[in-house]
């Protein structure tokens, strides 16, 4: 069965029992990583598109040489900035320049803000000064990013899982071949 459509690369996924949503990473072209929201995935009536590759936040490989080849491209697709002009589903959040992004876990107990929504968003790629090799904490009002956080890791963070018995998050270290524990220290 498809849920939805006009995704480029995905990376991570986490599905929201308790509010029947959809939670996916993927990677943008040359920039343009996405964090997306699919609030309808059992919806067979309504069939989610994100976009690609009409829209997205990042451009074509090559960019900004117009060569004759690049041109063609963007002629079939323009990877325009805007997602709902064009009648997709904007992302919840754009990372341009890209940051190589992996996992997405929801995690509302790890830490407390309000009754909001808490995605944890794992990152890799190699220019930390960009957000790559860092969690991205993301906090949600009404599906919509209020607050953003990074935590650089100085490693390439692939894969997160919580622990809800010990109240930490491990995170899988690519770098290092290491597996990181994320702990509240009260």
């Known amino acids: 069965e498809l849920v939805s459509m006009g995704h480029r690369n995905p990376a991570g996924i986490f599905y929201d029992k308790e509010n029947k949503a959809l939670y996916s990473t993927e990677h943008g072209p040359q920039g343009g990583d996405e964090v997306n929201l699919n609030l309808n ?7 989610e598109n994100f976009g690609w590759a009409i829209s997205s936040g990042g451009e074509h490989y090559g960019w900004p040489d ?7 491209i963007y002629d079939f697709a323009p990877l325009n900035k805007s997602h709902s002009d064009f009648g997709f589903i904007e992302p919840l ?3 341009t320049p890209s940051i190589a992004i992996s996992e997405i876990i929801k995690e509302n107990n790890f830490l407390k803000f309000d009754n909001k929504d808490v995605l944890f968003v794992a990152s890799m790629g190699n220019d930390i000064e960009e957000g790559d090799n860092s969690l991205h904490i993301l906090i949600l009002e009404e599906n919509k990013v209020e607050k953003k956080y990074i935590l650089p890791i100085g490693e390439r963070v692939r894969d997160l899982v919580y622990i809800s018995k010990n109240n930490l998050i ?17």
Do not use: W
Request: proline share 3%; hydrophobic share 35%; no cysteine.
């Open 93 to 95: 959040q754009n990372y």
């Open 170 to 186: 491990l995170l899988f270290l690519e770098s290092s071949g290491s597996i990181g524990v994320l702990n509240l220290i009260e």
């Open 66 to 72: 117009l060569n004759e080849g690049i041109k063609k």
């Open 41 to 47: 995935p059992n919806s067979s009536e309504t069939i």
